[in-house]
């Protein structure tokens, strides 16, 4: 995007940095979007929806001609259709709750992994194809692939499985014999989902600032070659994609949110790793241990977000899905005004400070709320 708005639009670059900026959006629409999702039966006619909305999107940002049209459309637009991804998250919980396994966290990281795919096969296909056929004709390719997403489910229909706690349930019912009418329950209130979402922007703040950084300190510090530089920013995303399933397995043991929690603090040693190197194996050690940070997250984070709202998972899902490029945009703002006060690659101690917050919350909220998912019945 930002080479787009550059090269195609003529906007500054310091102006094209601040595009992600519109990731702070996300959160409105993705309550907007979750909460309409509470109300429908099915739904995938959400998730669909969602899809054809973020399509034109990217159609329109493709014809964009004035500097102000591609933050008004990912602003408003993108930020939309970015629910599509909560929505489908919420119709495989809803069928999971109505024909359960042993293997739930398994089928969820299994959804995961193909979007993880996806983003790795993504910039690859893209790199070439806009080189080839221009920016342009690329993000018109984008809207193609996302209207393509909606041919293998067809017209299938999900119906939403209404569910309630069992410790939400006896609040209820003691909320009822002192005041005669129905409580919402301790467990239904969405504080501690927002105490969640919270650690996990906290977690992955950094990766704005490694996307950014990383490239630039290995170019104009270390002077490593671009096939060097490429190996380093693709180990994260492959060892990603291969520790899911072992993370979804450990979850299976040891229940999501303590697989998180673990996950966190190796963001912790990741980011110490990126501050502290002074060559391109301790930037390699980093990936490494961010990719075990990533694979938790990718797999299990959205679980933990439903079970710690079994009665709202369209809500909790839409939320989920726009703490990570709200944790995007707060790296962003943030390594904007500390890097020329730290420098590179000093300026990843913050992200690890940060973390390390995240990762003593996390802890908290697996003590405090111990989310799994019991939390499921049916009501």
């Known amino acids: 995007m930002t080479l787009y708005l550059t090269t195609d639009l003529h ?9 992600y900026l519109v990731n702070l959006m996300a959160p409105v629409a993705a309550f907007l979007v979750g909460s309409l999702s509470e109300r429908l039966s099915n739904r995938l006619f959400l998730y669909r929806a969602c899809t054809i ?9 493709a014809f964009a001609t004035r500097a102000w049209m591609p933050f008004v459309i990912g602003g408003v637009v993108l930020s939309v259709s970015g629910g599509a991804m909560g929505q489908l998250f ?3 919980r809803d069928e999971l709750s109505r024909h359960p396994t042993p293997a739930n966290n398994r089928v969820i990281a299994g959804v995961r992994m193909a ?5 790795i096969i993504g910039p690859v296909l893209g790199s070439w194809f806009g080189a080839a056929f221009g920016l342009r004709t690329l993000l018109l390719a984008n809207a193609g692939c996302l209207l393509a997403q909606l041919i293998p489910l067809g017209l299938r229909r999900i119906e939403r499985f209404t569910v309630i706690s069992a410790p939400a349930a006896a609040s209820d019912d003691q909320d009822l014999s002192r005041s005669g009418s129905r409580g919402l329950g301790r467990r239904s209130a969405i504080t501690p989902l927002l105490i969640y979402l919270g650690c996990i922007v906290l977690v992955m703040n950094g990766d704005t600032m490694k996307v950014a950084f990383l490239p630039l300190f290995m170019a104009d510090q270390l002077h490593t070659s671009d096939t060097l ?4 920013i693709a180990m994260q995303p492959f060892a990603e994609f291969l520790l899911m399933p072992v993370f979804a397995r450990l979850a299976d043991k040891i229940t999501p949110i303590r ?3 673990v996950a966190a603090f190796l963001g912790v040693c990741a980011h110490i790793a990126y501050a502290t190197s002074t060559g391109v194996g301790g930037l390699f050690l980093g990936q490494i241990l961010m990719s075990g940070l990533w694979a938790a997250i990718a797999g299990l984070g959205i679980t933990v977000a439903q079970q710690l709202q079994p009665r709202r998972i369209g809500l909790a899902s839409s939320l989920y899905s726009s703490a990570l490029p709200l944790a995007g945009a707060v790296g962003g703002v943030i390594s904007a005004f500390s890097v020329g006060w730290l420098g590179i690659p000093r300026l990843f101690f913050i992200p690890a400070c940060l973390t390390a917050l995240g990762f003593v919350g996390l802890i908290l909220t697996s003590r405090r709320f111990r989310p799994d998912d019991s ?4 009501e």
Request: hydrophobic share 60%.
């Open 375 to 378: 939390a499921f019945i049916r």
């Open 90 to 92: 919420a119709a495989t």
């Open 53 to 61: 909305i973020g399509a034109l999107g990217w159609v329109a940002m």
């Open 115 to 119: 979007f993880s795919a996806g983003w």
């Open 229 to 232: 530089r490429g190996a380093v």
């Open 11 to 19: 906007i500054p670059i310091h102006l094209a940095g601040l595009y």
């Open 259 to 261: 697989t998180l929690t």
